[in-house]
Nanobody, 120 residues
Framework: QVQLVESGGGLVQPGGSLRLSCVASGRTFTNYHMGWFRQAPGKEREFVAAAHWGTGGTYYAASVKGRFTISRDNAKNTVYLQMNSLKPEDTAGYSC?????????????WGQGTQVTVSS
């Protein structure tokens, strides 16, 4: 089992920044790919970013590329999502996830999520 707890969400003005954190506990954090997903009201959950545990490679949705950065600190069992130049359309509940198969998040572990609201 892997337990994931997110934090760092909140209300921010357009153009502002936030950094989300996700702390993992349980099984070895370093063996899991880590990702961030978001879901806005009335919309399906969508992929935001992921970090490969072995290669260190990172992947981003086109809508956030260049504005968001995913990083992980294995010593702290934590993955971060730095979000810059935020837009109202970034408003959503953000969840982190852990998986052994980077193309299969459904069967992985999920946190409860943290709300991000971008509004003036």
């Amino acid at each position: 089992q892997v337990q994931l707890v997110e934090s760092g969400g909140g209300l921010v003005q357009p153009g502002g920044s936030l950094r989300l954190s996700c702390v993992a506990s349980g099984r070895t954090f370093t063996n899991y790919h880590m990702g961030w997903f978001r879901q806005a009201p009335g919309k399906e959950r969508e992929f935001v970013a992921a970090a490969h545990w072995g290669t260190g490679g990172t992947y981003y949705a086109a809508s956030v590329k260049g504005r968001f950065t995913i990083s992980r600190d294995n010593a702290k069992n934590t993955v971060y999502l730095q979000m810059n130049s935020l837009k109202p359309e970034d408003t959503a509940g953000y969840s982190c996830a852990a998986t052994r198969e980077i193309n299969n998040w459904t069967n992985g572990y999920w946190g409860q999520g943290t709300q991000v609201t971008v509004s003036s």
